[in-house]
C-alpha cells in the first residue's frame, strides 16, 4: 500500500514536465476523429441540405466535445516541482503536494503505449485529482512521490 501522506523528502527538488499522453494514444484519437467525421458528415451534409435546427445543434455540441477531448488529449503536459502536481490544457488542474493526503501510482509494465501511466492524488475529503503522464521522468518523479524512492535508473520503469 502506498504511504499515505507522502514521506518527507520524497518530492522531486526540481520542476519534471512532459506530455500527459504518449503517441500511440495520440495516433489512436487522431485514427477516432477521422473515423468518427468520415462517419457523421454525410448525415450532417444530408442536415444541412434539409435545414434540420434541432439535429445540427446536435450534431454541433457532439462536434464541440469531440474537439475538445482531440485537444486536451494532443497538447496537454503534465508537470512535477517540489510544491506541487499539475496538468496543463483546456481544463488545467493542480494539486499542491503539501495538501496530498493519499496518492496512488497507476502503472502496468509493458503495457505504456495502451494504459497511460497516472498519480492519483486525494487531498482531503472529496477532492481526487488523476494526472496522466508518458514521459519517464515524470513518472520517475511520480514514483518517488508515492513510493519515497527511486530507482536507480529513471529510464528503467519496467518496460524490460
Known amino acids: 500500500m502506498n504511504p499515505s501522506p507522502p514521506p518527507p523528502g ?38 444541412l441540405a434539409q435545414r434540420d435546427s434541432p439535429l445540427l445543434l446536435g450534431a454541433g455540441l457532439a ?10 488529449i494532443m497538447t496537454s503536459r503534465t508537470g512535477i516541482d517540489g510544491e506541487r502536481v499539475y496538468q496543463t490544457g483546456l481544463l488545467a488542474k493542480e494539486m499542491p503536494i503539501r495538501t496530498i493526503t493519499q496518492v496512488r501510482l497507476v502503472h502496468v509494465p509493458g503495457l505504456r503505449w495502451l494504459i497511460v501511466p497516472r498519480l492519483v492524488a486525494k487531498a482531503g475529503g472529496l477532492r481526487t485529482l488523476s494526472f496522466p503522464t508518458a514521459d519517464p521522468q515524470v513518472l520517475y518523479a ?11 535508473d529513471p529510464a528503467q520503469d519496467g518496460e524490460g
Do not use: C
Open 142 to 152: 511520480f514514483r518517488a512521490l508515492a513510493y519515497g524512492q527511486q530507482p536507480d
Open 10 to 47: 520524497a518530492q522531486p527538488p526540481t520542476v519534471t514536465e512532459g506530455p500527459s499522453f504518449p503517441a500511440t494514444t495520440r495516433v489512436l484519437a487522431t485514427a477516432i476523429v477521422v473515423a468518427i467525421i468520415a462517419t457523421a458528415w454525410p448525415v450532417v451534409a444530408q442536415d
Open 63 to 72: 462536434a464541440a466535445f469531440v474537439a475538445a477531448g482531440y485537444h486536451t
